[in-house]
């Protein structure tokens, strides 16, 4: 009788394990199903679709038989995925699937030794970041940006190859002008070789300038855009600025010196050195505006000085228009500087240029 007994319990025992594995099967056959219906069921249906099968797993995984199987947690992390990517509007259930999906891609990493369930972990884990994305772009097209990089940063930290992600949340970053992270997101995509780097290099660079208020940093990101990109004339500008500033102007004509010599018909190199002559005199004006008028030789002198640097300046903004008759930018300091000089002759015809640049 013990024996029938024993007998008896042990198929009981084993119909019970098999019944747990069932609910596995039961997701496997769920999940084919979902799949197929999602190109045709309404969103409504494809949801309870999705939440029947997630349903099978939440039983599979409270057996002792089958929370040990890796599919079991495998296929949970892709129905819980799914539904977060479906339901990406609505933020607050999107989230809740997506740390059900986290915590079963953990538990699927660490049962699946033997890497049968690399695909179906894979597939969650992309997914999931797609889901992210659905829910940044959604935000900021709604303009509440400060939710948007939050899901944007997300996204990169799932999937921190993807350099268009990063871009996304640089831009993000800058509507509500947090700048650090605008620059830190812009110079990851830049580390991980995004192609248009250059233009990237230019927002980061006068932003941390201008913005952040940090020179250091900005002179350090310009050597290194320099660095990468020598002919771009916006950094040499820059750089022309920043040598100028330092009263280094030697340094800076220098550098634009060796340009032209290797690129003499380019306006913005012209433009560059004139700029190096013609800031000098401007950064005498103020001086001079200062002197009382009863200082006629200190003016004269100092007015003597502004003229020849202005007269250096010439010809390199004569040489940028002529090379790039839409370089009105020349024309502009020209005009400024033949009023200073009062030459009516020459002040007059760049001012017809400019008016007629202007209609055109």
Same mark, same amino acid.
């Given at each position: 009788?013990?024996?029938?007994?024993?007998?008896?319990?042990?198929?009981?025992?084993?119909?019970?394990?098999? /019944?747990?594995?069932?609910?596995?099967?039961?997701?496997?056959?769920?999940?084919?199903?979902?799949?197929?219906?999602?190109?045709?069921?309404?969103?409504?249906?494809?949801?309870?679709? %999705?939440?029947?099968? %997630?349903?099978?797993?939440?039983? /599979?995984?409270?057996?002792?038989?089958?929370?040990?199987?890796?599919?079991?947690?495998? $296929?949970?992390?892709?129905?819980?995925?799914?539904?977060?990517?479906?339901?990406?509007?609505?933020?607050?259930?999107?989230?809740?699937?997506?740390?059900?999906?986290?915590?079963?891609?953990?538990?699927?990493?660490?049962?699946?030794?033997?890497?049968?369930?690399?695909?179906?972990?894979?597939?969650?884990?992309?997914?999931?970041?797609?889901?992210?994305?659905?829910?940044?772009?959604?935000?900021?097209?709604?303009?509440?940006?400060?939710?948007?990089?939050?899901?944007?940063?997300?996204?990169?930290?799932?999937?921190?190859?993807?350099?268009?992600?990063?871009?996304?949340?640089?831009?993000?970053?800058?509507?509500?002008?947090?700048?650090?992270?605008?620059?830190?997101?812009?110079?990851?995509?830049?580390?991980?070789?995004?192609?248009?780097?250059?233009?990237?290099?230019?927002?980061?660079?006068?932003?941390?300038?201008?913005?952040?208020?940090?020179?250091?940093?900005?002179?350090?990101? %310009?050597?290194?855009?320099?660095?990468?990109?020598?002919?771009?004339? $916006?950094?040499?500008? &820059?750089?022309?600025? %920043?040598?100028?500033?330092?009263?280094?102007?030697?340094?800076?004509?220098?550098?634009?010196?060796?340009?032209?010599?290797?690129?003499?018909?380019?306006?913005?190199?012209?433009?560059?050195?004139?700029?190096?002559?013609?800031?000098?005199?401007?950064?005498?004006?103020?001086?001079?505006?200062?002197?009382?008028?009863?200082?006629?030789?200190?003016?004269?002198?100092?007015?003597?000085? &502004?003229?020849?640097?202005?007269?250096?300046?010439?010809? $390199?903004?004569?040489?940028?228009?002529?090379?790039?008759?839409?370089?009105?930018?020349?024309?502009?300091?020209?005009?400024?500087?033949?009023?200073?000089?009062?030459?009516?002759?020459?002040?007059?015809?760049?001012?017809?240029?400019?008016?007629?640049?202007?209609?055109?």
């Amino acid at each position: 009788m013990k024996k029938v007994l024993l007998s008896m319990l042990l198929v009981g025992a084993a119909t019970y394990a098999n /019944a747990q594995k069932g609910e596995v099967t039961k997701a496997k056959n769920a999940w084919a199903l979902a799949r197929l219906g999602s190109q045709t069921q309404t969103l409504d249906a494809t949801l309870k679709t %999705l939440g029947e099968g %997630l349903a099978t797993t939440d039983k /599979a995984i409270a057996h002792e038989k089958s929370k040990g199987m890796p599919e079991a947690w495998s $296929y949970r992390a892709l129905f819980a995925s799914r539904i977060s990517f479906i339901d990406s509007l609505n933020v607050t259930n999107a989230l809740a699937n997506d740390k059900i999906a986290e915590e079963a891609i953990v538990k699927a990493k660490e049962l699946d030794t033997k890497g049968e369930e690399k695909e179906n972990i894979q597939e969650a884990e992309v997914t999931l970041s797609n889901a992210a994305r659905n829910r940044a772009i959604f935000a900021y097209n709604k303009k509440d940006y400060k939710a948007a990089l939050e899901f944007f940063n997300q996204v990169t930290a799932k999937n921190p190859t993807d350099t268009s992600n990063f871009v996304n949340a640089g831009v993000t970053a800058k509507q509500i002008e947090n700048y650090p992270e605008m620059v830190k997101n812009f110079k990851q995509a830049i580390g991980l070789g995004y192609k248009e780097s250059e233009a990237l290099y230019s927002e980061i660079i006068s932003t941390t300038f201008e913005k952040v208020k940090d020179s250091v940093a900005g002179t350090a990101l %310009l050597e290194e855009a320099i660095a990468k990109y020598p002919e771009n004339p $916006y950094f040499v500008g &820059m750089q022309t600025d %920043l040598y100028i500033k330092q009263g280094n102007v030697a340094k800076s004509q220098e550098l634009l010196s060796k340009l032209i010599a290797k690129d003499g018909k380019n306006a913005s190199y012209q433009y560059a050195m004139g700029d190096t002559y013609y800031k000098q005199a401007l950064d005498l004006q103020p001086k001079r505006n200062a002197l009382d008028p009863k200082k006629k030789k200190e003016f004269d002198a100092i007015t003597a000085k &502004m003229i020849g640097f202005i007269d250096q300046a010439l010809p $390199y903004y004569k040489k940028a228009y002529e090379l790039d008759p839409k370089m009105t930018s020349a024309l502009e300091n020209l005009k400024i500087i033949y009023l200073f000089k009062d030459d009516k002759v020459n002040y007059e015809a760049t001012k017809k240029l400019l008016d007629a640049a202007a209609k055109s």
